[in-house]
């Protein structure tokens, strides 16, 4: 999909890499008649994370297997996975401090891309951070990946600015936000909406 930066300001995270490109209990999407296991991510399986970023980035966006533990490992941080068969076949990875979120990356093996996969991901982690507090995600995208682009737009996420040489130095890339449905009709306390 896209590779996002957290840059220092975000929930106070060191600077590093991210992308967008993954709740307890199982969700069964079928797509194009194949069934996929949602589930939420667990330590055992950083190699094929990893091996799954390398594979839908280029060197130097990937994730390093010293930042994909860096952020799998933020108290903050949220991780899905997709399976189908066994296999690992994508992943969505977020942080969260509300109202707001980042997404951080999501990835969808080549052999499951355009079948449902990324907007399942998307879907359940959307509902999940929203019944944390989340209010509003944000996520980069590079502006050159018209793909990605196009399917956060489809998800209802904006371009809000574009950020010079975000990637490798010398990439643009979109910040992009969505505000969750419902967020500006929240009561807190009867009389008051936030």
Not at 98 to 113: F, G, K, N, Q
Request: with cysteine.
């Amino acid at each position: 999909m896209g590779r996002s930066m957290l840059r220092p300001y975000f929930f106070g995270a060191d600077p590093g890499r991210g992308r967008p490109r993954c709740s307890a209990g199982r969700v069964q999407p079928t797509i194009s008649a194949m069934p996929v296991a949602l589930r939420a991510h667990e330590p055992r399986d950083f190699t094929a994370l990893l091996r799954l970023d390398q594979a839908c980035f280029p060197p130097g966006i990937a994730y390093s297997k010293t930042m994909l533990r860096y952020f799998l490992k933020l108290p903050s941080a949220d991780g899905m996975v997709a399976e189908d068969a066994g296999r690992i076949v994508g992943f969505i990875l977020t942080e969260e401090n509300p109202p707001l979120a980042h997404v951080i990356t999501l990835d969808v093996a080549e052999s499951h891309r355009r079948q449902g996969v990324g907007s399942a991901l998307l879907a359940e982690s959307e509902k999940n951070l929203a019944l944390r507090g989340v209010r509003t995600i944000l996520l980069e995208t590079a502006t050159s990946n018209e793909a990605g682009v196009a399917f956060w737009q489809r998800h209802g996420y904006r371009i809000e600015a574009t950020l010079k040489r975000y990637y490798l130095q010398k990439i643009d890339a979109y910040e992009m936000r969505k505000i969750l449905p419902g967020a500006a009709r929240i009561v807190k306390h009867p009389g008051e909406m936030i």
